[in-house]
């Protein structure tokens, strides 16, 4: 079986599992950043959803992953590696280079991301409810490339990076990373050298020797080479600091209304979330959109 680790609880401990109390908490980190930076607009409010099939629900752990991304660790949310669609650059044209290959927000986006569905485990009071909101984030930092997203890494605790960066070498606490890591920059003496594929074990490496992405270019020839899509610069790495995502280790939210292929990521202007309590018509983004 995969290796798997429990989702984090984080930035909710106050909350009740109500919709209202979450939008009153999403328009507080909206003010909040609003107030580190002036070239940032508090609307509209932006959103996708990111169903994650690496994530489930478990009656006896409640939320895990067995994924690379989200990356949960070290108190970092990140979103470098899968998606590739959702995240390519023409998409989001409210973010701003503030230095060569680091942009900024410029409005707020909000990734909501979800459990997967099939191999999930249903809690008694549920009924047939699998797609568990697992994390919010408001995006803080968006990167062209790995090796500018590497050094962003380098900045944050330790315990950010260490379980991110996929090419460091074999050790009992790199094994997450080689396997799991979402950042394939070259580091070496503290600094970022280059970018390169992660190991062979990475989930994002073929080793039948065939490109699953369907390109034609070879990166490296010695593993191939789904990786290749995450190192593209045209293709955003998200980042969402400390103070400006939650996440849920149990069940709170569950999506219930389809918005476009998952490939493209849903949820711009479209009614995304209810309440796990209720059925009830007023959903997450669509209410958000009218109260920011």
């Not at 798997?4 to 909350?15: D, H, K, M």
């Not at 990734?111 to 009924?127: E, I, Q, R, V, Y």
């Not at 890591?181 to 280059?194: K, L, M, P, Q, S």
């Amino acid at each position: 079986m995969a290796p798997q680790r429990a989702v984090p609880e984080r930035g909710n401990a106050t909350q009740s599992s109500s919709i209202e109390d979450l939008r009153t908490r999403l328009e507080q980190l909206v003010e909040k950043f609003a107030k580190e930076r002036d070239d940032f607009d508090t609307s509209p409010v932006n959103g996708r959803i990111y169903p994650a099939d690496s994530i489930d629900y478990r009656n006896d752990s409640g939320l895990v992953q067995g994924g690379s991304s989200p990356s949960y660790w070290g108190g970092l949310w990140s979103l470098a590696c899968c998606k590739h669609k959702m995240r390519q650059e023409h998409f989001f044209d409210y973010f701003e280079e503030v230095e060569p290959g680091v942009l900024r927000p410029t409005q707020p986006f909000f990734l909501f991301t979800c459990a997967g569905k099939m191999n999930s485990d249903t809690p008694d009071w549920a009924a047939d409810r699998r797609r568990w909101v697992t994390s919010v984030a408001l995006v803080t930092h968006a990167f062209r490339g790995m090796d500018d997203y590497g050094r962003f890494l380098l900045e944050q605790d330790e315990a950010a990076w260490k379980d991110r960066v996929a090419t460091q070498e074999s050790s009992e606490d790199t094994a997450w990373a080689r396997k799991k890591g979402d950042c394939h920059a070259v580091i070496n003496d503290g600094e970022v050298v280059g970018v390169d594929s992660p190991y062979p074990e990475h989930d994002h490496v073929s080793s039948s020797g065939t490109s699953s992405c369907g390109c034609s270019t070879t990166v490296n020839p010695e593993y191939d080479h789904v990786y290749h899509e995450d190192n593209d610069r045209s293709i955003l790495k998200f980042a969402s600091t400390s103070d400006y995502w939650m996440s849920w280790s149990e069940p709170q939210f569950y999506w219930t209304v389809g918005n476009g292929p998952d490939a493209w990521g849903g949820g711009q202007r479209k009614r995304s979330y209810r309440d796990s309590g209720e059925s009830q018509d007023g959903t997450i983004l669509s209410e958000l959109r009218s109260v920011l």
